[in-house]
């Protein structure tokens, strides 16, 4: 699906050919005609409008969208007001079909007489009444777009196209800023919710409701609506989701930004204006585009397509977009080689012991000394294979460490080999110095993050060894110390704390599930087993092992077993 991004053409100047020759200079190739040089256009005869779109033409520059003048609403009481406004959107609509613009932003108006104690189906009547109206002649191939602002939920914009029976030349648009700060719901579900009815897009950014007890006084909810860049780290919306849900339902119109919190009144010279509109470009390309699943640049280069479903003693593992997907008859998991080869799904019991897409993810090898580095493979990993044996599906994969994985460990190889049967699953992660020089000693961890340890709202279990040593869950650290192993690190886990136990086995509980999990250590034992039981996220349980120094050409491996007991 090609990503159309598009920005409103106001952002980059008062007139619209000035406008049109920075955006293509700037790199768009796509945008919005908004209000304001809408305004301008339509006083325009109509050759003047044909040779704007051949002008915009050569220059690279398509309009696809375009805004309705913000204040003529179609829900006036006074019926001489409300038909010369459907009037003036008449005329809007006119102009956009000789410019090429297929989506109509329309404001319809309303909203403020509700709020203040119209009834709700009167305004409605003479909402639906003037879409009538306007949709009886528009021009062909267009369509009115209902944008959703303040106060509304997806219920209120919706129920404007039942009331009209969904005719093909009406639609929505979903403004993300207005939603944000608005009674809901979120912006995946609203997207999702459209679908094909989805037209037209302003996509920027805010930090959600700046007012008490979501009270949207008017017009106070401005200050809410900040049309920052949508991006990672100046408003508070899920762009993944949004973004997501935009592919889900493929769309394929015009990506556009609704943005102007640079380029305010004390915006210092044009220099500067044309320096944002290339940043905004640049930023949507990596933002529309970004998929935290997808390899990064840099990462090894799998072939997936080469990778045939496995299936042997019960188990399959198959290809699943950038992942490999585990099924067996007691459980299901998935293995992310983008992100280290990392456990990133994870379903038994009944219920997800490790949650879709967590940001962490089950068994990834990494150090705890001498530097504390949780995700020594948190960028991709090389697949070896993917091959059945008897007792069920091996994959294998390996990297060579970077001075940005762990600088400590740059040059060493990692080899991660799991196998996986109808009960559980074993991981070996074998560590071989392919430097020629002797590295530091290390500690090394199995980082797991299962949904089972914790999160927000779930009951809570026990973490006991096989020796009868438990930790009734708390909300605190704590570490199972193992008899006659040394404690690599200790200082590193801050004061959490320490059973001692014989044991060498860990089971983990909990209310909801049927069973329990147990982790266990084919080959050498952990010294520690770290546990961090938080509130609000979901914990960890983390085996720590002996430190280690390798000679040139010499290895070591560790392994960790997880098994499925009823």
Not at 94 to 115: K, N, P, Q
């Amino acid at each position: 699906m090609a990503i159309k991004i598009s920005i409103s053409s106001y952002i980059a100047g008062k007139s619209p050919e000035s406008a049109v020759k920075r955006l293509v200079a700037s790199g768009f190739r796509y945008a919005e005609l908004g209000s304001e040089h809408s305004s301008i256009m339509v006083e325009r005869p109509p050759e003047e409008w044909k040779r704007f779109r051949e002008f915009a033409d050569q220059q690279g520059l398509q309009f696809g969208q375009g805004h309705l003048l913000l204040h003529k609403y179609i829900t006036e009481k006074d019926e001489k007001l409300r038909r010369a406004n459907v009037e003036v959107h008449r005329q809007y609509c006119r102009m956009y079909h000789a410019l090429g613009i297929t989506s109509a932003v329309l404001h319809c108006g309303g909203y403020d007489e509700i709020l203040h104690g119209e009834d709700p189906a009167k305004v409605r009547a003479i909402r639906i009444k003037s879409l009538t109206e306007l949709l009886s002649d528009l021009p062909d191939g267009m369509s009115i777009c209902l944008e959703n602002l303040p106060y509304e939920t997806f219920e209120d914009v919706y129920a404007n196209l039942e009331d009209m029976g969904f005719p093909e030349n009406l639609g929505l648009c979903l403004d993300t800023g207005h939603l944000h700060f608005s009674p809901g719901p979120d912006h995946e579900s609203f997207i999702l919710r459209a679908g094909k009815h989805l037209k037209a897009l302003h996509m920027h950014d805010n930090v959600g409701p700046m007012h008490p007890d979501g009270v949207l006084p008017i017009p106070g909810w401005l200050g809410s609506d900040k049309h920052m860049t949508p991006g990672f780290f100046t408003g508070s919306i899920n762009w993944y989701r949004v973004v997501s849900a935009l592919r889900a339902i493929n769309y394929d119109r015009l990506w556009n930004m609704e943005i102007g919190a640079d380029l305010g009144a004390g915006t210092p010279n044009q220099t500067w204006r044309d320096m944002i509109l290339r940043h905004n470009r640049e930023r949507a390309e990596l933002l529309f585009n970004y998929d935290p699943e997808a390899p990064a640049p840099e990462d090894p280069v799998n072939d997936y397509a080469a990778i045939r479903a496995v299936e042997s003693n019960g188990v399959r593992a198959e290809v699943d977009k950038y992942a490999i997907s585990i099924t067996a008859p007691e459980y299901k998991f998935k293995v992310d080689p983008v992100h280290g080869g990392r456990g990133s799904y994870w379903y038994a019991f009944g219920r997800e012991l490790l949650a879709r897409n967590l940001s962490l993810g089950w068994a990834i090898p990494g150090n705890w000394c001498p530097a504390a580095a949780a995700f020594n493979l948190s960028s991709g990993v090389l697949i070896e294979s993917v091959k059945a044996l008897p007792e069920g599906v091996e994959l294998v994969m390996s990297k060579v460490m970077t001075e940005d994985d762990n600088a400590a460990m740059e040059g060493v190889t990692y080899r991660i080999t799991d196998l996986y049967g109808k009960e559980g699953f074993t991981r070996k992660v074998q560590i071989i110095n392919t430097t020629d020089k002797k590295t530091q000693e290390f500690s090394f961890r199995f980082h797991s993050m299962p949904s089972l340890m914790g999160g927000k709202g779930l009951p809570t279990g026990t973490v006991t060894m096989d020796d009868g040593a438990t930790f009734d869950r708390c909300r605190k650290d704590f570490c199972f110390r193992l008899a006659g192993r040394s404690n690599p690190g200790a200082e590193k886990v801050g004061k959490p704390v320490f059973i001692d136990t014989t044991g060498k086995e860990v089971h983990l509980t909990a209310p909801d599930i049927r069973g329990k999990v147990a982790l266990s250590f084919p080959g050498v034992l952990p010294a520690l087993i770290y546990c961090w039981d938080p509130q609000d996220n979901a914990g960890s349980c983390e085996a720590i092992f002996e430190s280690a120094a390798l000679d040139p050409g010499e290895s070591c491996e560790y392994m960790i077993a997880v098994k499925h007991c009823k």
